[in-house]
């Protein structure tokens, strides 16, 4: 016959897993918790940043005064504006540039926005990655250029106000925000017209460069299934491909 303490021996074993059970289910909910208060405070802390100020497209004459905002709402030192080039009607391709330690904020190059040397950007920083991130290369393709818009003011802003990610990220890491490559054809565009230019004059939908131009398929072609446009005709991508080779 078992003793007494033989016979509790089977219940105390039964009763650990749950007492282990309830210990992981509380420090789960603990962090959870956190983890929930952490994504309230940046979601609270971006939609007073975002209010009344991504309701609606910026055009040509705002994206440069939107993309200066977004600057200015980081510390001084982090965030640089500039342009690559210009499109074929001559519009600005605006970059902002997001790193720390820039030395001072510079809201526009002081060679005015047909800078594009090798100096428009500033100087690089030794062993910092660079991202690039360029949208709306279709014109009449608009989220990106807005998100990218945003995406700077969030940037900036959570810097400034001390977000451990975003303070982390900019440490580290050399951000490029090219918004728009194809502002001819996002003045162009209409909201609700998806059309390919079919039957109109070129680039009338706003989707092509306004030498009626797919900007997406302009690049020269490394596996040589067809022969891009020259370079001539869309000075948006001869832009940008200059800007990536001297900027790397």
Request: glycine share 12%; with cysteine.
């Amino acid at each position: 016959m078992a003793s007494g303490r033989d016979a509790r021996l089977p219940w105390r074993l039964g009763r650990l897993p749950l007492l282990l059970c309830l210990l992981l289910l509380k420090s789960s909910a603990r962090a959870a918790h956190i983890k929930k208060a952490e994504a309230t405070t940046t979601t609270n802390a971006g939609a007073e940043a975002a209010e009344g100020q991504f309701d609606r497209y910026y055009h040509e004459e705002e994206l440069g005064s939107a993309l200066r905002e977004a600057a200015a709402a980081g510390p001084p030192g982090l965030a640089r504006l500039f342009s690559i080039g210009r499109s074929v009607e001559g519009r600005p391709l605006w970059v902002l540039r997001l790193t720390a330690g820039l030395g001072s904020l510079i809201l526009e190059s002081d060679a005015g926005p047909d800078a594009a040397g090798p100096d428009a950007a500033g100087p690089l920083v030794p062993g910092r990655p660079q991202v690039k991130l360029v949208g709306n290369m279709h014109g009449d393709e608009t989220v990106s250029r807005q998100v990218l818009i945003y995406l700077a003011r969030e940037l900036a802003a959570g810097y400034r106000r001390g977000d451990p990610r975003l303070v982390r990220l900019l440490n580290t890491t050399d951000v490029y925000l090219l918004p728009s490559l194809n502002p001819d054809g996002f003045e162009r565009a209409r909201e609700g017209d998806c059309g390919l230019d079919d039957g109109g004059p070129p680039g009338a939908s706003g989707r092509d460069n306004s030498r009626g131009r797919d900007l997406n398929r302009s690049f020269p072609d490394q596996f040589s299934t067809g022969e891009p446009p020259a370079l001539d005709e869309v000075p948006e991508v001869r832009a940008l491909i200059e800007w990536i080779r001297r900027n790397k």
